[in-house]
């Protein structure tokens, strides 16, 4: 079995392939065949990939947790709030098998911002200077789990991400 803490790069790219095939499958069930989907070289602009269907661009950062993780929040990029249309979601996996389970959703509906991030406290860096000190990472918010909405399946992820309220 591969350790999740040595591979975790080659793990969150699998992790990104699978979804990504899983919501463009499920826009195709839905007849949706006009998706795109591009990928980030670099994690700078708060965003992992864009996905773009049905008129609504979406730029998603992409978070994941073992099911059963004791996991109580993630820390994101505040550049995705400038996006037009920017959200995370936070993927719950099986790590025997890397099966997609249920879903966090933060975000708005397709067409509207990230909800703002002004009152979340920023991230601190995980190793402290010479003295200790865990300086501030900025350009940094950390989001407490409670404040995630949980989807069921990647169908719900789907409808939130390219199907707003009453335009299914």
């Known amino acids: 079995m591969h350790s999740h803490s040595s591979f975790s790069s080659f793990r969150e790219k699998t992790l990104e392939h699978i979804f990504v095939g899983e919501c463009l499958k499920t826009l195709w069930v839905r007849d949706v065949s006009d998706a795109e989907v591009l990928r980030a070289d670099v ?94 990472r900025a350009g940094t918010a950390v989001i407490k789990k409670s404040r995630f909405e949980i989807l069921h399946d990647i169908e719900d992820v789907v409808a939130r991400l390219f199907f707003p309220a009453g335009n299914s």
């Open 43 to 136: 994690d700078g602009a708060g965003y992992d990939i864009v996905m773009e269907a049905r008129g609504f661009l979406r730029h998603i950062q992409l978070k994941s947790s073992f099911i059963g993780a004791k996991t109580a929040s993630v820390n994101i990029n505040r550049k995705l709030g400038e996006k037009p249309s920017g959200c995370i979601i936070w993927i719950w996996f099986n790590p025997d098998n890397l099966a997609l389970g249920s879903y966090r959703w933060f975000g708005n509906a397709a067409g509207e911002p990230l909800p703002d991030l002004t009152g979340f406290p920023s991230a601190r860096h995980t190793k402290g200077d010479a003295t200790g000190f865990k300086a501030e």
